[in-house]
């Protein structure tokens, strides 16, 4: 992976003239790689980690991982039905999985009555959906590589040789 | 009171700026690049192994020489990474870092008056273990020549009773190391005078420029050469305290004798949690390399541009720039930066003599860290300029 990258998805914060410094390259040069990737849709997004359970009031209280059984259509095959699903602004990640099930949808919903009312009604009456099974997530550990948990403290001397 | 303690030990000359130390560790909210090991734990499937090891009751002594699964595990990694052919039977001892390496190596060598060649700024401890050890440390100040040795320098300093050379690339405190050619001219000498390399190498990995040549991978270096080595720097592992040496069977079998006596074996422990770094940390040692040049790049940059002159190192994670323009030694800029901007650093004359000028800085910080204390840096340089 290309070295902008990698800082970058460590800490989206870090300056076009902080990366320049790390990697010894001019600002400009720094700040036209990034622009072409994002052009080229490499960088989608920029945004803030932020642990829900944390947060008052969040319409992501209640997260549930839905497996979903889909009958493929013609020509188009899962691509148009995922769609229809993925569109819903309930379903906050969608996979094609291989296995038992087809997708697999995270959905995020201010209470389990929010996600239970989407599932019901929105997900199950769909054409095309055969089947699914809702797990209510308990306990985040660990999203997209961070650990949700306080930062630990500096455990290392403050000195030494 | 004094005379219970040996005559050896009372005169070795404590570290002067211990009471510096103390100071640093009495204060609260320290930025610290004062700090000798990387900011990075251990990665987490070698803390694991050491875990599972406990698990399983591995809780007993292993051989003297350490645990033949980590030494066939060595011999293994500098076959194929360089190509150096260490038997891990009789050519390898596990030790409990390198210090304790070091320390066996300058008792298992040294008669009385015996010479050793030690290039300063050097890591704290070369010196007196051979002072310790009944030898003569020959201190070659490097300062002059851009804190690198070169082959005329050694040769100054050899007489009759000189047996060894310390070399430490990328040093510890000064992060400069050798190419090839550098380290080929250097071999040339020792060969001819017939002296001894000790090669501590931990920082080895941590090297940036070019790729590192261990000393013995030289034309005919092997056999002229003690190597140490260990998991501290390259795996985040200074605590579990392992490292090793590899040279000629005959100093192997006499630094073990010692090591049989004083240490027995390295804790198991950390001896099965290092077979595992040397499978699967491999990635992290590439990882945390990147992200110490990154910090590299932009602290050598702010340094000089904030006014503390400082050479390019090649390696490890130090800067020692010199501080002789602020007019204060490298201990009073140490104390007042501590006092004034709550910023440690380490000063220059903990390394050999005539290093007053000095400051040793670590960048083994988070980058943001860095950033901070560069800016307090600046500030505390500011004010002294009026």
Not at chain 1, 9 to 19: L, M, Q, V
Not at chain 1, 56 to 78: C, H, M, S, Y
Not at chain 2, 91 to 117: C, F, H, Q, W
Not at chain 2, 231 to 244: D, I, L
Request: proline share 4%; aromatic share 8%.
């Amino acid at each position: 992976m290309d070295e902008i990258l990698e800082i970058l998805s460590k800490d989206a914060r870090t300056t076009p003239e902080d990366i320049a410094k790390m990697l010894k390259k001019k600002p400009q040069n720094i700040k036209e790689a990034i622009r072409k990737y994002e052009k080229e849709g490499v960088i989608l997004k920029y945004r803030a980690v932020i642990n829900q359970e944390m947060v008052k009031d969040t319409d992501a209280a209640v997260r549930a991982l839905i497996e979903v059984n889909i009958a493929p259509q013609k020509d188009v095959g899962f691509d148009k039905i995922a769609e229809r699903i993925y569109s819903f602004p309930e379903v906050s990640s969608c996979y094609l999985i291989s296995g038992t099930y087809d997708l697999l949808l995270i959905v995020e919903g201010k209470d389990l009555h929010t996600v239970a009312r989407f599932v019901a009604e929105k997900l199950s009456p769909l054409e095309n959906v055969k089947g699914t099974a809702t797990h209510f997530l308990l306990k985040k550990y660990k999203e997209d590589g961070v650990i949700l948990k306080h930062r630990e403290e500096n455990k290392r001397i403050a000195i030494s040789y | 009171m004094k005379k219970i303690i040996s005559k050896k030990v009372q005169e070795m000359q404590p570290s002067g700026i211990r009471a510096f130390f103390d100071l640093v560790l009495g204060m609260k909210d320290v930025i610290s690049l004062g700090v000798g090991e990387p900011d990075f734990v251990t990665p987490w499937p070698v803390r694991e192994a050491g875990i599972t090891s406990l698990e399983e009751g591995f809780t007993s002594y292993t051989s003297n020489k350490g645990l033949y699964k980590l030494r066939l595990s060595i011999h293994r990694y500098l076959k194929n990474n360089y190509g150096i052919d260490y038997c891990p039977d009789e050519e390898m001892l596990i030790t409990v870092g390198v210090s304790e390496a070091y320390d066996l190596a300058m008792r298992a060598l040294l008669n009385p008056g015996d010479k050793v060649l030690v290039p300063t700024p050097s890591y704290v401890s070369y010196g007196p273990l051979v002072d310790l050890a009944g030898g003569e440390p020959v201190y070659i100040s490097t300062k002059d020549n851009k804190f690198k040795l070169i082959p005329g320098l050694i040769e100054k300093n050899i007489d009759k009773k000189t047996r060894a050379i310390v070399l430490n690339y990328p040093a510890n405190p000064t992060g400069i190391s050798y190419t090839k050619k550098e380290l080929s001219d250097i071999n040339r000498v020792l060969l001819k005078h017939k002296i001894l390399a000790i090669s501590d190498e931990v920082y080895g990995d941590l090297t940036y420029d070019f790729a590192h040549t261990p000393f013995p991978s030289l034309p005919k270096a092997k056999e002229n050469t003690l190597y140490l080595n260990g998991f501290s720097k390259s795996y985040a592992m200074t605590g579990w305290r392992v490292g090793f040496a590899c040279g000629s069977k005959e100093i192997i079998a006499a630094m073990t004798k010692i090591h049989q006596y004083t240490i027995m074996c390295v804790s198991i422990t950390s001896q099965m949690a290092a077979c595992e770094a040397l499978v699967t940390g491999r990635r992290s040692v590439e990882e945390m390399k990147r992200e110490y040049k990154r910090r590299r790049e932009f602290i050598i940059d702010a340094l000089n541009r904030i006014g503390l002159n400082c050479h390019k190192p090649q390696g490890a994670f130090y800067a020692f720039p010199s501080v002789k323009n602020t007019g204060l030694s490298g201990l009073e800029f140490a104390q007042a930066l501590l006092k004034e901007e709550k910023v440690a650093v380490v000063p220059g004359s903990a390394f050999g003599k005539g290093l007053d000028d000095y400051v040793r800085i670590s960048y083994a910080s988070s980058f943001d860290n860095l950033k901070e204390a560069i800016s307090r840096m600046d500030k505390f340089l500011r004010r002294r300029n009026g």
